[in-house]
């Protein structure tokens, strides 16, 4: 019984530690959740095309799920012969010593669903699907990107529907970021690329396509920023008012960041990147320590990028962000300037962010205590270079510190978060600077991950 108990223990232990591994994102060489286990058994209509897949594929297959983009599944139903029922795409690999990506393509006819086309690629894996109506008949094309472990660089296949088969195009086009929108407004969508060669010495390129035929047609070209190492993030959508565009946010091989505007200038029918400009011996004004990422800062429905300028005064490392004004940008339509929506101080670390009231802007410094968990905003006298009085400190409290009221005198609530209370204490005072708790409350905002 002994003996058998230890058994028990051991088994017990050897079952926490691997729970604890696969809870915790955590993976070993060789050893990860999707080689430990086979996703659930679809149901319903899936199941009928797990079925066929399982059918073509033979019993010994894994699924292959799309690395990045919008569609993360492996099995991806969407429209596209534009009747009243969508196709289905299943991306899998045969066995163990294929490496090599499949594609199935199924249509239901009845109440069964039959193979409409197969494809094989030799890429380690799937970068991502995306949709849309390439050639302007109606109906959505599909773009995959075939990514490889070898190296960040990805290739392109469309494929269409017609006459009851899917077709494939094989594009001989690589790219390290895509992107694909009616760039021009024709009612046909393109696709944009952006590219890091992979000899250094050379600089990176966006260019813009359309399907022309069987071919992929070069719109127009662009070089980007020199010393960009890898591509942190790409948003399609408006950048000005009626203005299609990307905003893409890169890294540099020095860890700085910088953003990229590209679009589609359909009066002069070329590819503008405004934000580049190799006649200028004045670099990129997005150049940034700060990681902060582009977005729709307002939620208006038009794309900012972010302008990081140090706080006169603070004397921290140039990377901390409370240190930085950030502020948020975006191009002014059909004038080629921009204009400045926000200016705001981000405290990540504590996961709130700070709207600049407008009298505040060039008139104050901040100063971080980490371990207290509080930040304190001062006036600060540009002429002379000193620091002058407080103006407000945001203090972090857990619940049960903010219930028990220790040490919270002269502090009210502004944001609760989880288990923690973002607190402000504004001194009385008569400052020119001085603002309100009611100013200072609509002023903060939760840093979540839309944000």
């Known amino acids: 019984m002994k003996q058998q108990k230890k058994h028990f223990q051991w088994r017990?232990?050897?079952?926490a530690v691997m729970t604890s591994i696969l809870l915790s994102g955590c993976s070993m060489t060789g050893l990860d959740a999707q080689a430990l286990m086979h996703p659930p058994r679809p149901t319903g209509e899936r199941a009928d095309i797990y079925a066929l897949l399982e059918a073509k594929a033979g019993g010994n297959f894994t699924l292959k799920y799309p690395a990045t983009?919008?569609?993360r599944s492996a099995i991806i139903?969407?429209?596209l012969s534009g009747d009243s029922h969508p196709e289905a795409l299943a991306l899998y690999q045969r066995g163990e010593n294929d490496t090599a990506v499949n594609i199935l393509f199924s249509a239901k006819e009845g109440n069964k669903w039959k193979e409409i086309g197969t494809f094989s690629n030799p890429a380690a894996q799937v970068d991502r699907v995306c949709f849309g109506d390439l050639n302007g008949d109606g109906y959505d094309e599909v773009i995959v990107g075939w990514g490889s472990s070898a190296g960040s660089a990805s290739m392109m296949s469309v494929f269409y529907y017609k006459n009851g088969r899917m077709n494939e195009l094989k594009l001989g086009q690589t790219y390290n970021e895509v992107a694909v929108a009616d760039f021009d407004g024709d009612g046909k969508k393109e696709i944009f690329t952006a590219s890091i060669p992979a000899d250094s010495q050379q600089q990176c390129t966006g260019s813009l396509f359309r399907l022309n035929g069987d071919a992929l047609q070069l719109m127009g070209s662009i070089r980007l920023d020199t010393g960009?190492?890898?591509?942190?993030g790409l948003l399609t959508g408006s950048v000005s008012r009626g203005q299609l565009g990307v905003l893409l946010d890169c890294m540099q091989t020095n860890s700085r960041t910088l953003t990229e505007l590209i679009y589609w200038d359909k009066t002069k029918k070329t590819l503008c990147a405004p934000l580049y400009n190799p006649q200028s011996p004045q670099q990129n004004v997005t150049i940034r320590d700060m990681a902060v990422a582009s977005g729709d800062i307002n939620s208006d429905g038009i794309l900012e990028f972010p302008i990081v300028t140090r706080l006169p005064g603070y004397t921290g490392a140039a990377a901390d962000d409370v240190g930085n004004e950030v502020q948020w940008t975006r191009?002014?339509?059909?004038?080629?300037n921009y204009t400045q929506v926000s200016s705001m101080i981000i405290n990540a670390r504590d996961g709130y962010r700070f709207v600049l009231p407008g009298k505040w802007k060039d008139t104050i410094?901040?100063?971080q205590d980490v371990n207290a968990r509080r930040l304190?905003?001062?006036a600060f006298d540009s002429n002379k270079g000193t620091v002058g009085s407080t103006l407000m400190t945001v203090q972090?409290?857990?619940n049960s510190e903010w219930n028990s009221g220790k040490k919270t005198s002269g502090y009210r609530q502004v944001l609760s978060s989880g288990s923690l209370i973002v607190a402000v204490s504004i001194p009385t005072q008569k400052n020119a600077l001085s603002i309100s708790f009611d100013v200072a409350k609509k002023c903060f905002q939760l840093i979540t991950a839309d944000t």
């Open 376 to 378: 304190t905003f001062s």
């Open 331 to 336: 191009l002014e339509s059909g004038k080629g």
């Open 228 to 232: 960009i190492a890898k591509f942190s």
């Open 12 to 15: 017990a232990a050897v079952l």
């Open 396 to 398: 972090i409290f857990t």
């Open 365 to 367: 410094t901040t100063k």
């Open 77 to 79: 139903c969407h429209n």
């Open 69 to 71: 983009g919008e569609h």
